[in-house]
């Protein structure tokens, strides 16, 4: 069964700092995984989107990495902003596939 | 401009109610979909409509009902609500249905179902 498992739930920083969030997943064959943040009240909205071949994807501030053998993905945050207060959802397509497999989501709180 | 938009925000209704959510993209796109998010904040897929067309339909009860009048709109009509209902229903429009290929989807801001 094609399973998303993200961690941690929830993590709460200082404003400034960096964190790390990570998604690990068993969905087969594997095609892409992409990372959203929804803000509190909004719908989500596509931070980075990585195919097998690709290890590390970046979008600002946010980089994500990708371990295809390992069947590993995180999201790294550098240099927290207040802003960055959200949930992340990691979602995964298998190949042949029209219903991506999502997440939990972590719930990240960024206090000043 | 509002590239995915949904009607009503919020919605307070009681149970045996029937009503609708209506849904519509500014983006050319071709697929559209609609998702249920609990209160745990699990996003779950529950229709997806490509080119007025139903592609997906995921074990939803037959009290739901999407339609899709073209490809701009995707309505969501649910008869004989029941408390269990009561979660955000988010609209999404992609520019494709792809089979493992992640085109991205761009979500409407959702729509908050209470059910009393």
């Known amino acids: 069964k094609n399973q998303v498992e993200q961690s941690p739930q929830s993590l709460i920083i200082l404003e400034g700092k960096n964190c790390t969030l990570q998604c690990n997943y068993t969905v087969s064959p594997f095609s892409n995984l992409r990372w959203y943040k929804q803000d509190t009240g909004r719908g989500p909205v596509s931070l980075t989107i990585m195919t097998f071949s690709e290890n590390t994807k970046s979008n600002g501030r946010y980089t994500a990495t990708l371990d295809a053998d390992t069947k590993q993905s995180s999201l790294h945050i550098t240099a927290s902003q207040l802003s960055d207060s959200a949930s992340y959802i990691c979602v995964v397509s298998a190949r042949g596939s029209y219903i991506p497999t999502f997440g939990r989501g972590t719930s990240l709180i960024v206090h000043p | 401009d509002t590239a995915v938009s949904q009607t009503p925000k919020y919605l307070v209704t009681q149970m045996g109610n029937d009503k609708s959510i209506k849904c519509e993209q500014n983006l050319g796109h071709d697929t559209m979909y609609w998702y249920k998010q609990d209160s745990k904040k699990f996003l779950k897929i529950m229709f997806s409509y490509n080119n007025k067309e139903l592609i997906i339909n995921e074990t939803v009860p037959n009290r739901f009902s999407p339609k899709s009048p073209d490809k701009a709109h995707l309505n969501l009509h649910i008869n004989s609500l029941e408390l269990g209902d009561s979660a955000v229903y988010f609209c999404?429009?992609?520019?494709?249905?792809?089979?493992?290929?992640?085109?991205?989807?761009?979500f409407g801001p959702g729509t908050r179902l209470t059910v009393t």
């Open positions: 999404a429009s992609s520019q494709a249905l792809g089979s493992g290929v992640s085109y991205e989807q761009y």
